[in-house]
C-alpha cells in the first residue's frame, strides 16, 4: 500500500517539478521541446564566475544573447550582439557570425530558459568550433551589478520648457 502511496504523490508532483518558469523565454518559438538534428550535440556551460573573468579580460569572444530582438532592445549585457537564433536562418547566422572558429559565447534571460543551449547546440551542429552557454543569463548577470545596457535603466532626459 505504502508503494501505491508513492507512486501516486510521484505522479501528482512530477508535473509541477518538470513545469519550469522561462520568464521572456517563448515557448512557441524557442524553447520546443521536438526533435531536432543538434540536441544530442554537447556544448560547454559556464558559469558566473567564468564569464565574468571573460568578460573583464581582454580575451577576444563574441557575446550573443539570443532573446527576441524587443528583449535585446529592453536590456542586455553591455557588449553583447542580438541574434534570435531560434528564428534565424543558417544564412542569416553566418552573416552575423562569419568566423567558425572564434570564441562564442551566448545567453537567454535566466537559468531556466533554455534557448541559450539550443543555440548553442545549433551553432555547434552548424560547425561553429568553441561556443559556449553562459547559464545563469541575464537574470544572473544583472543580479549581481555586472555592466548592463538598458532602456528600462535608462531615465528619460527632462522636458524642456518648450516641451511641455
Not at 19 to 28: K, R, T
Amino acid at each position: 500500500m505504502r508503494y501505491v502511496f508513492w507512486l501516486i504523490l510521484m505522479f501528482l508532483v512530477t508535473p509541477l517539478a518538470v513545469a519550469e518558469d522561462y520568464s521572456e523565454c517563448d515557448v512557441d518559438v524557442g524553447c520546443s521541446d521536438e526533435p531536432a538534428d543538434y540536441q544530442d550535440v554537447q556544448v560547454k556551460v559556464i558559469g558566473l564566475s567564468e564569464m565574468r573573468q571573460l568578460y573583464e579580460s581582454d580575451t577576444l569572444y563574441t557575446l550573443i544573447d539570443v532573446r527576441p530582438k524587443s528583449s535585446f532592445d529592453q536590456a542586455h549585457i553591455k557588449g553583447a550582439s542580438s541574434l534570435f537564433v531560434a528564428r534565424a536562418r543558417p544564412e542569416e547566422i553566418k552573416a552575423v557570425l562569419p568566423d567558425k572558429e572564434a570564441r562564442i559565447i551566448v545567453y537567454c534571460s535566466n537559468p531556466r530558459c533554455p534557448m541559450s543551449q539550443q543555440a548553442a547546440q545549433m551553432l555547434v551542429f552548424l560547425g561553429y568550433k568553441d561556443v559556449s552557454s553562459y547559464k545563469g543569463g541575464l537574470e544572473e548577470w544583472s543580479m549581481n551589478g555586472l555592466p548592463m545596457d538598458s532602456t528600462l535603466l535608462t531615465p528619460s532626459p527632462p522636458k524642456t520648457d518648450h516641451e511641455t
